[in-house]
């Protein structure tokens, strides 16, 4: 097969590509835009934990219309990335076997499940441990700022809903039949040096209160992880 006859072949792949790439980046500006009508409802949202904006102070004359805008744009892309994964999805699945795409289209419910499981334990448990420990501490009066407590919130509620997908990861592994429930079973003493590792990179604090909130999720997630393996092999 000559060049000429294999870009004749791929032009419609990248076509439908651009066609979906427009669809996801089009959906991505309108989510955006919608999201500024209720940005400051969310940033409400967020500062809850440590008592409301008049806790926080800030110190840069643009540093509120920056945490606004920082809110908005994640919001949008959050809003959007359901149809964003669609489309990058339909893309994938027509070279995939039956059998792939059944379980392509089994897990994604479950993608979004345990990332917002993630963050919802993030929210409703390690911040309301973890704030008042950090701005009580020593006795001394703490008055943080705006951008710093919401980069802190959004970044902390990222990593720990990512932390809930490892289900999903072994999932896979056990597909590829790199990992089995056996293997995992025997691992667990690995399991809890890994998981509490994990809880200090991403806890705030260094105290045990907040790694052990940490790491009893994590280790929950390893169980059921054994489990999914056990069902797949």
């Known amino acids: 097969m000559d060049d000429n006859s294999l870009l004749a072949g791929l032009a419609p792949h990248f076509q439908e590509l651009r066609r979906r790439l427009l669809v996801a980046l089009i959906a991505l500006v309108v989510c955006v835009l919608a999201s500024f009508v209720f940005a400051d409802r969310i940033i409400n949202f967020l500062v809850e934990p440590i008592g409301g904006l008049q806790k ?8 509120n219309i920056s945490v606004f805008m920082k809110v908005a744009l994640l919001s949008g892309f959050i809003l959007a990335l359901p149809i964003i994964a669609y489309e990058i999805v339909a893309f994938i699945v027509p070279g995939l076997e039956p059998r792939e795409k059944r379980w392509l289209f ?5 993608i979004v499940i345990l990332f917002v499981a993630g963050v919802a334990f993030t929210y409703f448990v390690m911040l309301k441990a973890a704030i008042p420990f950090l701005v009580n501490f020593l006795g001394v009066q703490t008055v943080p700022r705006l951008s710093n407590y919401v980069g802190f919130v959004t970044n902390l509620m990222f990593w720990i809903g990512l932390s ?70």
Do not use: C, H
Not at 56 to 63: A, D, K, M, R, Y
Not at 206 to 219: C, E, I, K, Q, Y
């Open 56 to 63: 926080l102070q800030s110190i840069e004359v643009t540093e």
């Open 106 to 110: 089994i897990s994604l419910p479950f």
């Open 164 to 233: 809930f997908e490892s289900p999903l990861v072994v999932l896979l592994l056990a597909k590829l039949k790199l990992v089995n429930a056996r293997m995992l079973l025997k691992g667990w003493r690995v399991a809890i040096i890994v998981s509490a590792v994990l809880a200090a990179i991403i806890t705030p604090t260094t105290d045990p209160v907040n790694m052990g909130l940490l790491m009893v999720p994590l280790m929950g997630l390893y169980l059921i992880s054994i489990f999914l393996a056990y069902l797949v092999r």
